[in-house]
């Protein structure tokens, strides 16, 4: 007995000291499969015309963010102060920035935390500003159903998200470049 425990903590010895640099690599590869392109493709939608639609939001951007007022404003983004437009160019930036930084391993607790404060506004955007409380949208946990977009699909984004905060980037990032560099000695 005493060779199988000892045979036992061996291998999942091995397994932790894998999991320290594998567990980051796969969370961001996790992202990278699933989110990457959902978020810079929902971050064009919200992008004006032209080279300068950086900086003119489209008005599906304000529809996404803003549902409610934008309505109550009669679709007339004019109507709208400076507040709106800069909640939007954050949102619309965040779309391109936060996940890029995960995906290459730079800042990458501060961009997975930044993420999962994105995931919270999206979701509560979601409920209140668009509606979304039907129950097979919004889902319910400790259910027999594991299909709910808002509380199912997002608690695993969330948990993914948290393991980087948590981990950091790993190994194979840019972050360890810069913390192996750091820790270099300069020679003079």
Same mark, same amino acid.
């Given at each position: 007995?005493?060779?199988?425990?000892?045979l036992?903590?061996?291998?999942?010895?091995?397994?932790?000291?894998?999991?320290?640099?594998?567990?980051?690599? %796969?969370?961001?590869? /996790?992202?990278?499969? =699933?989110l990457?392109?959902?978020?810079?493709?929902?971050g @064009?939608?919200? *992008? $004006?015309?032209?080279?300068?639609?950086?900086?003119?939001?489209?008005?599906?951007?304000?529809?996404?963010?803003?549902?409610?007022?934008?309505e109550?404003?009669?679709?007339?983004?004019?109507?709208?102060?400076?507040?709106q437009?800069?909640?939007?160019?954050?949102?619309?930036?965040?779309?391109?920035?936060?996940?890029l930084?995960?995906?290459?391993?730079?800042?990458?607790?501060?961009?997975?935390l930044?993420?999962? %404060?994105?995931?919270? /506004?999206?979701?509560l =955007?979601?409920v209140?500003g668009?509606?979304?409380?039907? @129950?097979?949208? *919004? $889902?319910?946990?400790?259910?027999?159903?594991?299909?709910?977009?808002?509380?199912?699909?997002?608690?695993f984004?969330?948990?993914?998200?948290s393991?980087?905060?948590?981990k950091?980037?790993g190994?194979?990032?840019?972050?360890?470049?810069?913390?192996?560099?750091?820790a270099?000695?300069?020679?003079?």
């Amino acid at each position: 007995m005493h060779a199988l425990v000892s045979l036992h903590d061996k291998i999942f010895d091995l397994v932790d000291r894998a999991g320290t640099w594998l567990l980051p690599l %796969g969370a961001r590869f /996790v992202f990278a499969a =699933t989110l990457l392109v959902y978020y810079w493709n929902s971050g @064009l939608t919200k *992008l $004006g015309d032209g080279v300068l639609g950086i900086f003119s939001p489209s008005i599906g951007a304000y529809s996404q963010i803003f549902p409610k007022q934008l309505e109550a404003a009669g679709y007339d983004v004019s109507q709208f102060g400076i507040f709106q437009w800069a909640v939007v160019m954050a949102g619309t930036y965040a779309e391109f920035i936060l996940p890029l930084l995960i995906v290459i391993g730079l800042f990458t607790r501060l961009a997975s935390l930044g993420m999962i %404060g994105f995931v919270v /506004v999206q979701s509560l =955007t979601d409920v209140y500003g668009h509606g979304a409380t039907d @129950l097979k949208t *919004l $889902g319910a946990w400790f259910d027999r159903f594991s299909d709910g977009v808002i509380l199912d699909q997002r608690l695993f984004w969330v948990f993914v998200l948290s393991i980087l905060v948590i981990k950091g980037a790993g190994a194979l990032s840019v972050d360890a470049l810069l913390r192996n560099r750091r820790a270099q000695p300069v020679m003079a």
